[in-house]
């Protein structure tokens, strides 16, 4: 089964208390190194903090483009792994490895596939 682990780490403004130390690339490289030697990564990346876009399409067909990330917004998506394990319990253990989670949070989805149910 599919999951998206959705790693989120606080914005830099957030004002909430953090670990003095965020993981290092070396911590990242080894879960990397790990998720991928299991043969349970699908894919995976880091994503740019400093720039996102919101797209929403209004009632009326009207599209708005709006910046981000915002000023309120206390957490921001900093990277993702899709990875096929067998069930949500190796998605959390998966998700309880990777370095993100002991500076934020790590969000675990289930990919919608049409043909399961």
């Keep these: 089964m599919k999951y998206l ?40 990346n880091a994503l740019d903090l400093s720039n996102a876009t919101t797209v929403r399409v209004r009632v009326n067909g009207e599209r708005v483009v709006t910046d981000g990330p915002f000023a309120e917004t206390r957490e ?16 959390l253990d998966w ?12 969000e675990v989805r289930t990919v919608w596939e049409p043909d399961q149910s």
Excluded at 15 to 37: L, Q
Excluded at 76 to 91: K, S, T
Excluded at 95 to 106: M, W
């Design 76 to 91: 921001i998506v900093g990277g993702y792994y899709l990875i096929d394990v067998p069930d949500l319990d190796a998605a």
């Design 5 to 44: 682990l959705l790693i989120n780490t606080l914005s830099p403004d957030s004002t909430e208390e953090r670990p003095a130390e965020g993981p290092t690339v070396e911590e990242f490289m080894a879960f990397e190194k790990a998720v991928s030697d299991a043969g349970v990564k699908l894919d995976g």
């Design 95 to 106: 998700a309880a490895r990777c370095p993100g989670a002991r500076y934020g949070t790590v």
